[in-house]
């Protein structure tokens, strides 16, 4: 079981974070039953932008561009699943370390959306990594150092360019204040294959600002 501190740190964080989640995931959500979904959406949070929310701390850490969200069972009609179980989570959560930015998300991501695959905490996390490392980051974000205005297809259009095998509408972006804070994307159930996304919104920002991965506000 997580320390108290972190429990609470995670109760007061969440919410926050809440707001920097996609725009895209507008759907009604209600508990369901482990692996009732039609595909996985994959959240790659801004980490400059995620990390920057109050009440994150130092706890939370994103020394690349991109950081690991979640990786959520949803469906074609912009519905999903949450909180389809009470199993507890994986042995040893720090293993995730590497692409999430911190302990009380992984908790959180398990317990919300973990449990609505049919899969043990290992094994969740470990597609999770798979999922991840799919990814091609275009290089341009990875190395990004000035904040700079970007509009959404450009953004878009990187991504196209750096991952060609990805079909067509695969790729969301999604805003919040007119800041890039996070690229979705939206994968097959079985074999994580990427596919075009189906039941989501769109950031419709004209231009969008980008916290420089240097830099935490």
């Known amino acids: 079981m997580k320390p108290l501190y972190a429990r609470r740190f995670a109760m007061i964080r969440l919410p926050l974070l809440a707001m920097l989640v996609s725009c895209s995931r507008a759907g009604a959500q209600a508990k369901g039953e482990p692996g009732k979904f039609d595909f996985y959406l994959m959240n790659l949070a801004w980490g400059p932008e995620f990390c920057s929310v109050p009440g994150a701390g130092s706890e939370c850490k994103a020394p690349r561009g991109f950081v690991l969200h979640g990786l959520w069972p949803q469906n074609y009609d912009g519905s999903y699943p949450v909180n389809c179980g009470e199993g507890q989570g994986p042995a040893q959560p720090e293993k995730s370390l590497d692409i999430t930015p911190d302990l009380p998300l992984l908790e959180h991501e398990w317990s919300k959306h973990g449990t609505c695959t049919t899969m043990s905490p290992d094994e969740f ?14 290089k341009k974000l990875r190395e990004l150092k000035h904040e700079e205005p970007m509009r959404p297809k450009d953004i878009l259009d990187l991504f196209a360019k750096a991952n060609p095998s990805f079909p067509q509408g695969s790729v ?25 996304c189906q039941g989501l919104r769109e950031c419709d920002a004209l231009a969008l600002r980008i916290t420089p991965v240097a830099t935490k506000k």
């Open 125 to 138: 996390f470990g597609l999770e990594h798979q999922a991840f490392h799919s990814v091609r980051i275009p």
């Open 172 to 196: 969301v972006v999604s805003c919040a204040d007119h800041r890039l804070t996070a690229v979705e994307v939206c994968l097959a159930k079985d074999g994580l294959m990427p596919i075009s």
